[in-house]
């Protein structure tokens, strides 16, 4: 780790998100882990190491870590923490700031690739418009054309 890659004052933009003021008084004593279901079943998912990555400057680490995301809120890191630090607000407040630099969630491309696609998270396609004839409702047309213009992409066939 370069000190280079360090930004000093994101321990303090991260206290300064509603919801993270507990980020300084965290002294890493890993109880927060040991209770966190997430982390019992995803490796390499540590509250702790994030509260270190954050308090050492490693905001680019941090931010586009798909980790941040995973957080179940359950509050049980809260419970435990000997000094009050509620790990669930923290870290929402870290994804806010992810989110406002244009990180976000990995599945995020995938619902933004939908939308753009058919206007709807879900494809309709013939077979399901046939099925709704048959039920008596009505079909269901696909139209994209004004999540494209909020999603700032092209449409399929190249000109809005």
Not at 25 to 36: K, M, Q, V
Not at 76 to 88: A, L, M, R
Request: charged share 20%; aromatic share 6%.
């Amino acid at each position: 780790m370069l000190l280079n890659d360090c930004d000093p004052g994101f321990k303090h933009q991260v206290a300064a998100e509603p919801g993270g003021q507990g980020i300084k008084a965290c002294f890493a004593c890993a109880a927060c882990t040991a209770r966190c279901p997430v982390a019992g079943h995803v490796e390499g998912y540590d509250p702790r190491r994030l509260i270190r990555l954050v308090l050492l400057g490693r905001r680019e680490e941090v931010l586009a870590s798909p980790l941040i995301w995973l957080c179940s809120t359950c509050y049980s890191c809260q419970e435990v923490c000997p000094q009050q630090v509620s790990f669930t607000e923290v870290l929402t407040a870290i994804k806010n700031i992810a989110a406002r630099a244009g990180y976000g969630p990995p599945a995020t491309e995938a619902v933004i690739d939908q939308l753009a696609a058919h206007g709807r998270l879900l494809e309709v396609g013939e077979f399901e418009n046939q099925r709704r004839t048959d039920l008596g409702l009505p079909e269901v047309a696909e139209a994209p054309a004004h999540f494209q213009k909020v999603l700032g992409v092209e449409p399929a066939g190249g000109k809005s």
